[in-house]
Antibody
Framework: EVQLVQSGAEVKKPGESLKISCKGSGYSFTSYWIGWVRQMPGKGLEWMGI????????RYSPSFQGQVTISADKSISTAYLQWSSLKASDTAMYYC???????????????WGQGTLVTVSS | EIVLTQSPGTLSLSPGERATLSCRAS???????LAWYQQKPGQAPRLLIY???SRATGIPDRFSGSGSGTDFTLTISRLEPEDFAVYYCQQYGSSPTFGQGTKVEIK
């Protein structure tokens, strides 16, 4: 069974750094793009970016370029989303999701992780 | 960036009724790179439809997708109690985006 398991909820202060994780299992981790989606409280889904763990090719949404860093460690089948300096406006649920078919970056998300809630508050 | 506009914002229907959800793109979506997702409260989204009209594995056939170019539709032929949720469309072309969602609520 293909599974994505995300790290637990985080509570941070503005200005702090953070790295959350997403561990894939049940498939060839290096053969599928994996991405991140933000959902702010009570709001819709926002596509943040994707990474191909095979060669670390990374694509960002213009809205998130420079605001976050997406990375992956293929030796432990884990993708990451990190911030160097959090803001209160980063408070949201963050989902990782694998792209549906091998190889190309232009496809749908399936399956999804369970989500990681990030709360940034002083 | 392609902007996806979903309508209506909220759809109030009874179990057994037909639901028709619209997703309109600000420019043509190449190669029907259009997906639909369902999200229930407290849960991650779930893929329903990809390629505008192909059902994902395990999705009941009461869900169907259609459309091309700039106009796409998700139809739920007969609403079951578990179908009341929020539905999002997504285009996954060169710079993917999501629509703002349509909530299907019990009337």
């Amino acid at each position: 069974e293909v599974q994505l398991v995300q790290s637990g909820a985080e509570v941070k202060k503005p200005g702090e750094s953070l790295k959350i994780s997403c561990k894939g299992s049940g498939y060839s981790f290096t053969s599928y793009w994996i991405g991140w989606v933000r959902q702010m409280p009570g709001k819709g889904l926002e596509w943040m970016g994707i990474i191909y763990p095979g060669d670390s090719d990374t694509r960002y949404s213009p809205s998130f370029q420079g605001q976050v860093t997406i990375s992956a460690d293929k030796s432990i089948s884990t993708a990451y989303l990190q911030w160097s300096s959090l803001k209160a406006s980063d408070t949201a649920m963050y989902y990782c999701a694998r792209l549906g078919i091998e190889g190309g970056p232009r496809n749908w998300f399936d399956p999804w992780g369970q989500g990681t809630l990030v709360t940034v508050s002083s | 960036e392609i902007v996806l506009t979903q309508s209506p914002g909220t759809l109030s229907l009874s179990p057994g009724e037909r639901a028709t959800l619209s997703c309109r793109a600000s420019q043509s979506v190449s190669s029907s790179y259009l997906a639909w997702y369902q999200q229930k409260p407290g849960q991650a989204p779930r893929l329903l439809i990809y390629g505008a009209s192909s059902r994902a594995t395990g999705i009941p056939d009461r869900f169907s997708g259609s459309g091309s170019g700039t106009d796409f539709t998700l139809t739920i032929s007969r609403l079951e109690p578990e179908d009341f949720a929020v539905y999002y469309c997504q285009q996954y072309g060169s710079s993917p985006t999501f629509g703002q969602g349509t909530k299907v609520e019990i009337k």
